[in-house]
């Protein structure tokens, strides 16, 4: 079968990726190197004054004029072109240092980017580092049921119904930060900030708790299902560079700063959608969220993670179907759990005369992408961790879903690559016909399936459509195209192991 693309850590470029690493320290001077004093009771929106002094705005460069960056955690070139409205070649041009296979950039690595200046750039203040946006390694040891526990507000008394069980507010917490991927601190300090949920004993009159004012959305539960997924749809539209603007809800427009991170642009997005234009600079300023996550968790910035390294590869992944079946590929990227961004995972069926959902063959059973530990498995997805550490939040996992209950590899089996996992279905969340849904994590970092680190199953590589679920898979010469008719053209076969 085919490998992905050779490592790109030549010689000269290691070298400079040690210096980069020694100069990691150096982090972006737009955030202030403190915070405020913590007052001594979470701040709502409503009440937060104004910053007391500006933070620095841009200049208006000259087209084309060289600035000083320091690579983040995440950065790819063409997202980078894309916030600093440039080109991957003339990046690569004012940095011969990096190699033409280059796929993610090393954190703390020493830029020049030709710069091409937009109107109404918004705030350079960075409001969170990435590695507390993701339920990921810094996650590890979190114990959300004791926090809460720890605190009198009205989540610890609190219970709703999801996934098909009654849940405590930190049983929920949890289960939303599982399947969308975001930190549940994240998630906790949010719900404090606007809902006061650890520190008074009731909850706000207005149901819709989070701001998003729509019908049937009036739980917790549903308000933080959105909160969640527009934070995601934040987070990683600005990795994808495809998120370049905001529209506030009284009509203002901005663009986040070149030199932000995802997190922090995933967090302008949020309020973005629910906050005009002077609660939405309080909320995302020194004296917003981000006062409130400190005092319930501390400064996030102590904490130096490298959350995507630097020339990050995918390992060698099997389709997950056995040698020799032909199935269809019936979903091109789209979003792993909830809507919208990101696009990361496939669907791909089994071949039936029916359509719709259906039993399938007993012989057309999907099989483990690479070996792994399974770590979750559940009517929410089965989660395959490639490292064997157990944990879903640390290193690669390859995510299912739609597996069906009976005769699903269950938590704690440890399986080789091409093992029966389980048979694909209809369960699990809203889909049209029996398949499976396949996508990747790394470090809890959901991995988008078109970019420089592109989903390689066999040396199947995914491309996007003009919209989700739309799309290609190609090999060499071959082109698939994704269709829910799972038609001749949908048609992909996998190769001998």
């Known amino acids: 079968m085919s490998h992905p693309p050779p490592s790109v850590l030549k010689y000269g470029w290691m070298g400079f990726l040690v210096c980069a690493l020694l100069l990691s320290s150096c982090?972006?001077?737009?955030?202030?190197?403190?915070?405020?004093?913590?007052?001594?009771?979470?701040?709502?929106?409503?009440?937060?004054?104004?910053?007391?002094?500006?933070?620095?705005?841009?200049?208006?460069?000259?087209?084309?004029?060289?600035?000083?960056?320091?690579?983040?955690d995440g950065d790819t070139l063409p997202a980078l072109a894309a916030r600093?409205?440039?080109?991957?070649?003339?990046?690569?041009?004012?940095?011969?240092?990096?190699?033409?296979?280059?796929?993610t950039m090393p954190p703390g690595l020493p830029m020049k980017i030709p710069i091409y200046?937009?109107?109404?750039?918004?705030?350079?203040?960075?409001?969170?580092?990435?590695?507390?946006?993701?339920?990921?390694?810094?996650?590890?040891?979190?114990?959300?049921?004791?926090?809460?526990?720890?605190?009198?507000?009205?989540?610890?008394?609190?219970?709703?119904?999801?996934?098909?069980?009654?849940l405590s507010g930190a049983e929920l917490v949890d289960f939303i930060?599982?399947?969308?991927?975001?930190?549940?601190?994240?998630?906790?300090?949010?719900?404090?900030?606007?809902?006061?949920?650890?520190?008074?004993?009731?909850?706000?009159?207005?149901?819709?708790?989070?701001?998003?004012?729509?019908?049937?959305?009036?739980?917790?539960?549903?308000?933080?299902?959105?909160?969640?997924?527009?934070?995601?749809?934040?987070?990683?539209?600005?990795?994808?560079?495809?998120?370049?603007?905001?529209?506030?809800?009284?009509?203002?427009?901005?663009?986040?700063?070149?030199w932000q991170n995802a997190a922090s642009v995933s967090l302008q997005y949020y309020f973005s959608k629910i906050y005009a234009t002077g609660n939405f600079k309080s909320a995302t300023g020194p004296m917003g969220l981000i006062r409130t996550y400190t005092e319930l968790f501390g400064d996030p910035w102590e904490t130096q993670f490298e959350l995507i390294p630097g020339s990050l590869e995918q390992p060698d992944l099997l389709l997950p179907f056995p040698p020799g079946r032909v199935w269809a590929y019936t979903g091109g990227p789209h979003t792993g759990w909830g809507t919208g961004f990101p696009y990361v995972a496939v669907d791909f069926a089994p071949p039936s005369e029916f359509s719709g959902c259906f039993k399938v063959d007993p012989e057309q059973f999907?099989?483990?992408?690479?070996?792994?530990?399974?770590?979750?498995?559940?009517?929410?997805?089965?989660?395959?961790?490639?490292d064997k550490d157990g944990d879903e939040r640390t290193g690669w996992v390859i995510f299912y879903l739609?597996?069906?209950?009976?005769?699903?590899?269950?938590?704690?089996?440890?399986?080789r690559a091409g093992d029966y996992i389980g048979y694909p279905s209809c369960e699990g969340g809203r889909v049209t016909g029996t398949h499976i849904h396949i996508g990747r994590k790394y470090n809890g970092e959901w991995i988008l399936a078109d970019s420089v680190l592109p989903f390689n199953m066999e040396g199947w590589i995914?491309?996007?459509?003009?919209?989700?679920?739309?799309?290609?898979l190609t090999r060499g010469?071959?082109?698939v195209t994704a269709c829910e008719c799972g038609d001749a053209g949908t048609s992909i076969i996998a190769g001998p192991r």
């Open 462 to 472: 995914t491309h996007n459509g003009s919209t989700a679920y739309q799309g290609t």
């Open 366 to 386: 999907s099989v483990a992408a690479a070996d792994g530990l399974v770590v979750r498995s559940g009517v929410d997805g089965l989660a395959l961790d490639l």
């Open 117 to 166: 200046y937009r109107a109404l750039w918004g705030s350079s203040y960075q409001i969170l580092p990435d590695h507390a946006f993701v339920n990921g390694p810094t996650l590890v040891g979190f114990n959300t049921a004791a926090f809460v526990g720890a605190h009198d507000g009205w989540l610890k008394t609190y219970r709703t119904y999801a996934g098909g069980e009654w």
């Open 477 to 479: 010469n071959a082109t």
């Open 84 to 103: 600093f409205n440039t080109t991957v070649e003339e990046i690569f041009l004012a940095n011969p240092i990096i190699p033409r296979e280059a796929t």
């Open 27 to 72: 982090l972006p001077a737009a955030r202030p190197s403190s915070f405020p004093t913590p007052s001594p009771s979470p701040t709502s929106v409503a009440t937060v004054p104004p910053a007391q002094t500006p933070l620095p705005t841009r200049p208006a460069y000259e087209p084309g004029e060289l600035v000083d960056y320091t690579a983040q």
């Open 402 to 415: 739609h597996l069906a209950r009976d005769g699903r590899a269950l938590a704690g089996q440890e399986l």
């Open 177 to 258: 930060a599982t399947n969308f991927s975001v930190s549940p601190r994240l998630l906790l300090a949010l719900l404090e900030f606007q809902g006061h949920a650890l520190s008074k004993p009731q909850p706000p009159v207005d149901q819709y708790l989070l701001g998003h004012k729509q019908v049937y959305y009036e739980s917790v539960y549903l308000q933080l299902v959105w909160a969640a997924n527009t934070l995601n749809n934040g987070y990683y539209g600005w990795r994808a560079g495809t998120l370049l603007e905001l529209e506030l809800p009284d009509g203002i427009l901005t663009r986040p700063d070149p």
